[in-house]
Structures are given as C-alpha cells and as structure tokens.
C-alpha cells in the first residue's frame, strides 16, 4: 500500500512540474465556461448542467489519454523503467499508483467547474441530486478512459501511439453505436448497447444513477489496470 502512495503522490505531483499541466486546465475549464455561457446561463433555460456534462464526455475521450499517454512511455524514456520494474512495490502498486494520480489530476480539473453550480443555486434551483449523478459520470467515464490510456501506455513505447490506440478505440465504439444497427441488425446492437459508456451516460446526465452503470464502469476500469499489471508483470520477469 505505501508503495502505491508514493508513486500515486509522486505521479500526481509530475502534472503540475510542467506548464502543460496548466495549459490543460485551463483550456478545459475556459471549454466549460464557453458552453456554460452560450447554451445554459440563458434566460428561460432550465437550471441544469445537462449540456455541460455531455459535453465534458467528448472532452474528456480527448484529454484523459493526454493525461495517460506518458504513464508508462515516459518511464522507459527516462530510464526509470528498470529501477519501477525491479522495485519491490510490484506492478500492481506502480499500475495503481499511476491510475489513482490521473484520477487526483482529473478531479482537480473538475472542481473549478463547481463554480457553475454556484451560479446556477444563484439565478435558478437545479436538482442537487441530478448534479450529483452527471458529476459521478464524468468521474466513472474518466477513470473508464484513464485506465484504457494507462493500458495503451503499456503496450507500446510511444505516447503518440498510446494515445491514438486510446482515443480511436472509443471513437470505434461509439461510431458502432450508429453503425451496428444498420449492418447487423437492430437486435444485434440491443446487445451491445449495455457495452456502450456513451449510453451509459446519458443517464447520468438527468440524474439516473442505475445499478448496473455502477457496477459496469468500476468493473471495466479494473479489467484494464489488471491487465495492464498482467503486461507489466510479464516484462519484468522477461
């Protein structure tokens, strides 16, 4: 446990040594504020960050890879990869630690955005309970792009790569959200759409937090860091 405390904290504080650490919240938030001011804080509009969060999700298949592209690549570019892969901390605390100082980054960029609540309970009422839900979305769906960004880290030795693999993997599947139906038929999406993070979001985004969702996302991330600590584990002992 402590071994992934020190590479969480280690990790966490690497985004905030560089300007892009910077650069990257702000360009986010001033994203949000633009959408915020041009489709929500308009007179007769309902009190709701609905439009924001549905916009975050596409933001964030663009950012969260950015934010894991360098976790592992950078590591071997540095040189540090040999001195992590023979640590006594073992893969899991160094895949973990990785995964949880992305999420402590992605957090820090979605806190400012509660400056938009704040001006909402001003001028309006917005459901607390509906905020709640599109707020944990964006954290479940990040961790979902943060943990896949960790695992195409891990597989290739480029960050450019590794945020490729990353970014057109979620873009395939949300295309074959409106692809599918067409080529296989309506049935055959009607079981894939529960696969779907896209979906699954949606009902965020009105306040619909369903069992499922929670357990469908949680357990997807821990699919990608297992595997990510199976690759690790299978280098180190190669």
Do not use: H
Not at 15 to 36: E, H, K, R, T, W
Not at 60 to 65: G, N, T, Y
Not at 104 to 125: A, C
Not at 161 to 183: H, K, M
Request: aromatic fraction near 14%; proline fraction near 5%; charge should be neutral.
């Amino acid at each position: 446990m402590s071994g992934t405390v020190v590479i969480a904290a280690r990790e966490f504080r690497s985004f905030f040594l560089l300007p892009s650490g910077y650069v990257v919240g702000a360009l986010f938030l001033l994203a949000n504020g633009i959408v915020f001011l041009s489709g929500v804080f308009l007179p007769g509009q309902p009190a709701t960050l609905r439009g924001v969060f549905s916009f975050d999700v596409i933001v964030l298949l663009f950012l969260c890879p950015a934010i894991t592209m360098r976790a592992i690549c950078e590591e071997r570019r540095q040189g540090t990869w040999e001195l992590l892969a023979a640590s006594p901390s073992g893969a899991g605390a160094f895949i973990f630690g990785k995964f949880i100082a992305s999420m402590g980054y992605l957090v820090v960029l979605l806190v400012p955005t509660l400056v938009l609540v704040g001006m909402l309970e001003l001028y309006g009422r917005p459901d607390p309970g509906e905020l709640a839900a599109g707020y944990l979305g964006l954290l479940l769906v990040g961790g979902v792009y943060l943990a896949s960004g960790i695992l195409a880290s891990t597989v290739t030795a480029s960050q450019t790569i590794a945020y490729l693999l990353t970014v057109f993997f979620w873009i395939l599947i949300g295309l074959g959200r409106s692809a599918l139906p067409g080529w296989l038929g309506p049935e055959a999406w009607s079981m894939l759409a529960p696969w779907d993070p896209f979906q699954r979001m949606q009902d965020f985004t009105i306040g619909l937090v369903d069992t499922s969702s929670l357990i469908y996302f949680p357990s997807l991330i821990l699919f990608f860091l297992l595997t990510s600590i199976v690759l690790v584990e299978t280098e180190r002992r190669a």
